[in-house]
Nanobody, 116 residues
Framework: QVQLVESGGGLVQPGESLRLSCEAS????????MSWVRQAPGKELEWVSS????????TYIDNAKGRFTAYKNNAVNTLYLQMNYLTPEDTAVYYC?????????RGQGTQVTVSS
């Protein structure tokens, strides 16, 4: 059974940083591409970043480039998202996501609120 547990969200001021974590279990974490997605209030789910199986390649939504860094630690089955220079537009629930055997799985999410 796939389990994804996100943590690390919170309330921060513009310009501050947060590091999100996603602990994974129930599948071979080393063999799957992992992603971060987010959903802002009243908006659709939005892809943010993806990391390849080995953690050697990452892609980002344009407005996250240069601010966010996604990475995997395969030794502890954990995906991370380091977010710097946060803005109010980053306010959303953040989820980690994986597609295992054709089924998309995601966790319960962690709330990130950026406000002065």
């Amino acid at each position: 059974q796939v389990q994804l547990v996100e943590s690390g969200g919170g309330l921060v001021q513009p310009g501050e940083s947060l590091r999100l974590s996603c602990e994974a279990s129930g599948f071979d974490f080393t063999a799957y591409r992992m992603s971060w997605v987010r959903q802002a209030p009243g908006k659709e789910l939005e892809w943010v970043s993806s990391v390849n199986t080995g953690g050697t390649s990452t892609t980002y939504i344009d407005n996250a480039k240069g601010r966010f860094t996604a990475y995997k630690n395969n030794a502890v089955n954990t995906l991370y998202l380091q977010m710097n220079y946060l803005t109010p537009e980053d306010t959303a629930v953040y989820y980690c996501l994986v597609n295992v055997l054709g089924k998309q799985e995601r966790g319960q999410g962690t709330q990130v609120t950026v406000s002065s």
